[in-house]
């Protein structure tokens, strides 16, 4: 197996040196960090410079104007093949949710151990994501809070599926005929719902309509 290049990102000297070690106690010889950066705009320059396999970005750098986010979706556009891993003590679902929109490959908390840093590492050498495991609970819980209707949402579904046109529930919930347009599609995105039998069946599955009950069926949003 080819020893994979890592590129450490942080202001913190200490954190630069503890993740280094920790690499090389557990990497086996196959993990070699080749460089360390303090701020966003050294982490550019040496990415495209050195390109490295895999980066542990911290996310909040206190150096320079380019927080670990921006770095990491600029190195990221300019090169797709290096991999970057955020690095950071927080676990707010504010700062977890955004690794996806950073284009950064998975989400390692500082006090991750060195045997599941090195697996970090490896996962995402592979093309695979990774999260750290104490933060899979905080993208569930965000994922699952994402998926939930609104009350407005579980009534316009309610409808649709007995046949209702959106004009007709716009009348019967006393909002525009866009407005139930828009909670249609929202419906249809949260739920992975894309036909009408699919709003159906998921309906049936819910209990919000009786099976036995067979006069209804979806009509298109064309009114």
């Avoid at 490896?122 to 994922?143: D, I, K, M, T, W």
């Avoid at 909670?183 to 036909?195: D, G, I």
Wanted: negative net charge; charged residues 25%.
């Amino acid at each position: 197996m080819d020893c994979i290049g890592v590129m450490v990102v942080d202001d913190h000297p200490v954190a630069c040196s503890g993740l280094r070690s920790m690499l090389t106690a557990f990497g086996e010889g196959r993990i070699a960090v080749v460089a360390e950066a303090s701020s966003g705009e050294e982490a550019i320059t040496l990415a495209e410079r050195l390109v490295p396999n895999v980066i542990f970005m911290d996310i909040l750098l206190g150096r320079g104007e380019t927080n670990g986010l921006e770095a990491t979706r600029r190195i990221r556009e300019k090169n797709p093949a290096i991999k970057v891993l955020l690095f950071s003590f927080h676990d707010e679902p504010a700062f977890v949710k955004r690794f996806p929109e950073c284009l950064a490959n998975g989400f390692v908390h500082k006090s991750t151990s060195g045997p599941e840093l090195v697996r970090a590492v490896r996962e995402v050498h592979a093309g695979r994501s990774f999260v750290s495991p104490a933060l899979v609970n905080v993208l569930n819980q965000q994922v699952q809070s994402a998926n939930e209707l609104t009350p407005q949402e579980e009534l316009v579904l309610r409808y649709v599926v007995r046949g209702r046109t959106s004009k007709e529930i716009a009348s019967e919930m006393e909002i525009s005929p866009k407005t139930v347009a828009k909670h249609r599609e929202n419906v249809s995105r949260k739920l992975n719902l894309h036909s009408p039998a699919e709003w159906i069946q998921y309906a049936i599955k819910q209990g919000m309509v009786d099976p036995a009950f067979n006069d209804f069926s979806p009509k298109a949003d064309s009114d």
